[in-house]
């Protein structure tokens, strides 16, 4: 596609509740992050994936958050157990991943999660 | 650790030239880059800088001296619609491809 899709744009959930939130990067484009944005904060990384490489995790927070890319395209970022300090913008980045300091993120639109 | 700091908020008139500064203290460095962020939007790409010096890019120029951990992003002929979020990222060597961003800052541009 042209561009780095996100859904839903919003979500609201309940505590305790589990969310899925999707990200189709631009075409081409084998590596993909997660990152959230809390308010007023800078973004977090969360998780890289790399073509078919066991995918960077680093940043989860806890093991409420997991995520998958299938078929080296589409990626789901999954929260179980949603709590109220979940809530963020988690936002999706893609880029070629060809390696090397131009390698340029392009950012989705974000998906708005708020946890009552 | 990753550090990186930013100026929370700026304002400048329009027609005027901004200069956004960003100091970073980090683990590694491969690459300091400025993305614009509009309320509710997402971030988007303005430029990076590698090596040190000057890289300009129309209305936007940004600098980087890695010796000082030192970045600005300059914006040059202020337009009402350059009011945004401008976020400094750092991303680390090696395989770790991820960026560490900064708080951003806001800057109002006033007519």
């Known amino acids: 596609g042209a561009g780095v899709s996100q859904s839903p744009s919003n979500k609201v959930t309940e505590k305790g509740k589990d969310v899925e939130l999707r990200c189709d990067p631009i075409s081409g484009h084998t590596a993909l992050y997660w990152y959230r944005q809390s308010l007023g904060q800078g973004l977090e990384f969360l998780i890289y994936?790399?073509?078919?490489?066991?995918?960077?995790k680093s940043g989860l927070p806890s093991d409420r958050f997991s995520a998958e890319r299938t078929g080296g395209s589409v990626s789901t970022l999954t929260i179980q157990r949603t709590q109220q300090e979940d809530s963020a913008v988690y936002l999706c980045?893609?880029?070629?991943?060809?390696?090397?300091?131009?390698?340029?993120?392009?950012f989705g639109p974000g998906t708005r999660l708020t946890v009552l | 650790g990753q550090n990186i700091d930013q100026p929370t908020e700026m304002t400048a008139t329009e027609g005027a030239i901004v200069q956004i500064n960003c100091t970073y203290q980090t683990s590694g460095f491969n690459g300091l880059f400025w993305y614009q962020q509009h309320a509710g939007e997402a971030p988007t790409f303005l430029s990076y800088n590698v090596l040190d010096g000057l890289e300009e890019k129309g209305r936007f120029s940004s600098f980087l001296s890695r010796s000082k951990g030192y970045s600005y992003l300059l914006l040059k002929e202020l337009q009402m619609k350059d009011s945004a979020s401008y976020l400094c990222?750092?991303?680390?060597?090696?395989?770790?491809?991820?960026?560490?961003f900064g708080s951003g800052t806001q800057l109002t541009v006033l007519p």
């Open positions: 990222a750092v991303r680390a060597p090696g395989s770790a491809r991820q960026l560490t």
């Open positions: 994936f790399q073509g078919n490489s066991a995918p960077d």
């Open positions: 980045a893609s880029s070629l991943g060809a390696g090397g300091p131009t390698d340029t993120q392009y």
